[in-house]
């Protein structure tokens, strides 16, 4: 899905620390696409394919993903073009992984058909581990973290 080979991702944007507290859940949180259909259902089938650097969970099973959106729009050409958009959270701000994740993520909305492709980072609601899901717990468990 990205054209950043796999070793240099390993050296060059591999977390360092992650910060994992507990909090609450807001309303609606983690979203995992369960209901998504056409086009939103293909990106989120991509945006599982995609793991945090760090561990072997996807980013959608860590709670990472606030939101996935297809529009159509009209394009500067005059054609209509349809554009994905995904919002999204780190574990932390400064996430040294942030632009290897939103490279991802954007070569996973562009991966479902679309024309065009938006990450857009939120930081709020915060995010905490609270927010991961329960196949992402199991894969947490199976990686030797205990959440």
Not at 45 to 72: C, F, H, Q, T, W
Not at 90 to 106: I, M, S
């Amino acid at each position: 899905m990205s054209d950043v080979s796999a070793d240099d991702a390993r050296e060059a944007t591999a977390c360092g620390y992650t910060e994992y507290v507990d909090g609450e859940v807001p309303e609606g949180f983690p979203k995992t696409g369960v209901g998504a259909t056409g086009v939103e259902a293909d990106i989120w089938d991509a945006l599982y394919e995609i793991e945090d650097p760090e561990m072997p969970v996807s980013i959608v099973d860590l709670g990472l993903i606030y939101d996935v959106r297809v529009v159509e729009r009209e394009g500067e050409d005059g054609e209509t073009k349809t554009l994905g958009i995904v919002e999204m959270t780190l574990t932390y701000t400064g996430c040294p992984a942030r632009d290897y994740l939103e490279n991802d993520v954007q070569c996973a909305i562009l991966a479902a058909g679309v024309d065009e492709a938006s990450v857009r980072l939120r930081f709020t609601p915060e995010w905490t581990v609270d927010m991961v899901t329960e196949a992402g717990r199991e894969a947490l468990r199976e990686f030797g973290l205990g959440v």
